[in-house]
């Protein structure tokens, strides 16, 4: 793995677009929930996991119509989803994340709370369902927006560590109404973040940082199947 360099020379968007794919996933999280409620799904994680999609769906959409439209360049490419040279270890690295995350949790006692998360896991059809899309569309969707989109304008205004902090920081945040606002967790999840942070910066990938989220979800997912209690849910 190459040491983190300098900022992406390639980075050709602005803070005013950042803030309007954050107004566009306001509205977007609004439309989900407003086609999603008249259906009345039975299952709560069901029906989260539609509003989710549908979210993803409009914002998403609206990123790449921005980068069509306004500036006339690819959308993949743009956001560094791009192979990772020499990157066979990066499933495994995220594999160990969650254990070191999990350790690290464990010194901090960090609680094992019973969030609404919690108790929508609570059959095996729903954590399936929920790990299939938590180590694919969930980490693919979430690295776009913090390591593709976020993080190398931060990288370009204040350099690669205080970029890679100053974009983790947001992603733990944003799971804080999933724990609880446990402190806690937020902080474990920041960390996680700022790993993929690295990753994405010195492999110039965000695919590599999605394979990283991925293993990483995966694990704890399996933990949750497996009902290890060392692995608290962490994703």
Known sequence: ??????????VFWGFDDV???????CVSGLVSVLLIKPIHIQSKGVEA?????????FLFLGL??????????PFWRSLGYR????????APAGVALAFAISAIGALLKTPD?????????????TIVLFAVFGSTLGPLCEELAFRGLLQPLLVRSA?????????????????LPQYGYSWRHALLITL??????????????????????????FTFFLALMSKREELPALW
Request: net charge neutral; proline share 7%; aromatic share 14%.
């Open 83 to 90: 192979p990772a040279t020499g990157g066979w270890w990066i």
């Open 1 to 10: 793995m190459e040491a983190v360099e300098a900022p992406d020379p390639d």
């Open 159 to 175: 350099g690669p560590t205080v970029g890679i902090f100053a974009a983790a920081l947001p992603f733990g945040v944003l799971h």
């Open 113 to 125: 709370l019973d969030t609404p998360m919690v108790r929508m896991l609570s059959d095996p059809a």
């Open 64 to 73: 790449y119509l921005m980068f069509k439209l306004k500036y006339a360049r």
């Open 49 to 57: 996991l539609s509003a989710q999609f549908i979210l993803y769906g």
């Open 192 to 217: 996680a973040g700022a790993v993929f942070g690295f990753v994405r910066q010195a492999m110039r990938s965000t695919l590599a940082a999605t394979v990283m989220h991925s293993a990483y979800n």
């Open 19 to 25: 803030f309007l794919f954050v107004g566009l996933a």
